[in-house]
Structure formats: structure tokens, C-alpha cells
């Protein structure tokens, strides 16, 4: 394995935060804290509403902005849902899809992720795709099964080629804004098993290119520790990533 073949990715998830002029203000006050910063790439995914406004304030910047979530049909009478071709048209690369709140509270099944997996993909985009266990099933030891049959699940169907624009976040549950991190152990063992699994289906070359997030409580202090294990190929950062000088951080331990 070679973690040098791998683009490092900081992304903050800001859920349901930041309305657009809150985003406008981060935005000019993070930019210039991660300017030139190039050893990762810095995506901020927003919500919807907040998305152009904070497209705006990057202009120029290396940030991008991304969406929380997408549907899998490109229009029709699906109330309060958003499809992929409407994101690329506002110039929406990055999108987050299967995020544990999203599977937790809005009823997204693995099938459901999956079709919005390859509606995403299908329209150019960028997926920033999230699997993980609960608290119950780390205890219970079947973790490795859990992540193994999520990646398959949520990629079935998605080309070798396709995967250059996926990105997988490794988000255990029990981890996600609870202050509780995983170890870096056990986020380079796990983000370890999902390369494995990658490997099984689509061959040790796209195994090794593919960047594995860890998201679950990272933050300025714990980040330079997780990030240095060999499997983990950034982070995808809730609470931390509304606040800038944390963040800040984030980036810099990236470097
Ligand atoms: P926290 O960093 O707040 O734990 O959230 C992680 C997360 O869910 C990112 O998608």
C-alpha cells in the first residue's frame, strides 16, 4: 500500500448549519486561513440554500463547495428532494451521500444510497460516500462485516473508472459528535478493511488510489495523530469544520 498515491481530502459536513450570510463570513474568515495549503484539497459541503452564497465567498480560493446530500432522479414529483443535474448546473461538484444522520433519520437504506451513489456519479460529480458501524456492532465484533457489506451495497453497480470520483468516509457511529474518536487504530484498521474490500472488487490498483476519510469527532487536536496512519486519507469534520481556527488546524495537519 502507498498512501502517496492518494489525494488527502479535508472536508467539513456543516449539516444544518450556516444560513448564507453566516456561511459568507466563515468562508472569508477560513479562506485565508487555508490558503496555499496544498497538501489536501478543502471542500466544505453546505446546505442547499447555503450553497451559493458560500460558492461566492470561495470564489477565487482553494475551497470548494459541495452538497449534503442528492436524489437519484433528475426530476419529477419528489417534494423537498434535489437532483444531481440541478447541483452540476450551480456548479456543484462535491456531494456527501449515506451520511449516518441521513440512513439514522430520513430512512436512507443501502439501496437507496446506491442509487443515489450512481445518479451522482452519472452526472459528473464527485461522491463523498459514508458508511460505518454502530456502537452495538463494534462491540459485537462484526465491524469488518458491517463496512464490507455497506462498500459493496452502496458501490454496487459503480465502474473501476467511475471510482476516481468516489471517495469513501469510514464514520462510525458511535463516533459522530459524541467527542468519542476512534482510535487511530481502529480508524486505520477499519479504513484498512475498506481498501481491502475495494481490492476484492475492483483490483489493488483502484484499491490503493481510492482516498478513505475518517470522520467521527476529528478535530484540531486529534487530527495530526488519525491522519498519520497509513489507510486514513483525510477527514470528513463536523463540529470542527464551524469553527475556523479549527479547522485551520484540520488543514495543517494534512500538510
Ligand atoms: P463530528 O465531527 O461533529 O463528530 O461529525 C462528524 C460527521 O458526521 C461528519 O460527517
Not at 40 to 47: H, I, K, L, S, Y
Not at 65 to 78: M, S, T
Not at 100 to 116: A, I, W
Not at 235 to 246: E, F, H, M, N, Y
Request: with cysteine; proline share 2%; aromatic share 6%.
Amino acid at each position: 500500500m502507498n498512501k502517496a498515491k492518494r489525494r488527502v481530502v479535508i472536508a467539513g459536513n456543516w449539516k444544518m448549519n450556516f444560513t448564507p450570510a453566516e456561511a459568507t463570513a466563515f468562508i472569508n474568515e477560513v479562506k485565508p486561513l487555508v490558503a496555499g495549503k496544498s497538501g489536501c484539497d478543502v471542500v466544505f459541503c453546505a446546505p442547499y440554500v447555503t450553497i451559493a452564497a458560500a460558492q461566492k465567498a470561495a470564489e477565487g480560493s482553494n475551497i470548494s463547495i459541495g452538497a449534503e446530500n442528492v436524489h437519484f432522479e433528475d426530476h419529477g414529483a419528489f417534494t423537498g428532494e434535489v437532483s444531481a443535474k440541478m447541483l452540476t448546473e450551480c456548479g456543484v461538484k462535491y456531494v456527501i451521500i449515506g451520511h449516518s444522520e441521513r440512513r439514522q433519520y430520513f430512512g436512507e437504506t443501502d439501496t437507496t444510497v446506491n442509487l443515489r451513489v450512481k445518479a451522482a456519479l452519472a452526472a459528473g460529480m464527485t461522491v463523498i460516500l459514508c458508511l460505518g458501524e454502530v456502537k452495538e456492532q463494534r462491540l459485537s465484533g462484526i465491524t469488518r462485516e458491517i463496512v464490507s457489506m455497506q462498500t459493496k451495497l452502496d458501490l454496487a453497480g459503480v465502474s473501476a473508472e467511475e471510482m476516481k470520483r468516489v471517495i469513501i468516509a469510514y464514520e462510525p457511529v458511535w463516533a459522530i459528535g459524541t467527542g468519542l474518536t476512534a482510535t487511530p487504530e481502529q480508524a486505520d484498521e477499519t479504513c484498512g478493511q475498506i481498501r481491502e474490500v475495494l481490492a476484492e472488487i475492483y483490483g489493488e490498483e483502484v484499491a490503493e488510489a481510492t482516498t478513505i476519510q475518517y470522520g467521527g469527532s476529528m478535530n484540531d487536536k486529534n487530527a495530526a495523530e488519525l491522519l498519520a496512519k497509513e489507510n486514513v486519507d483525510g477527514g470528513l469534520i463536523g463540529g470542527a469544520s464551524l469553527v475556523a481556527t479549527k479547522f485551520e488546524a484540520i488543514v495543517n495537519a494534512a500538510q
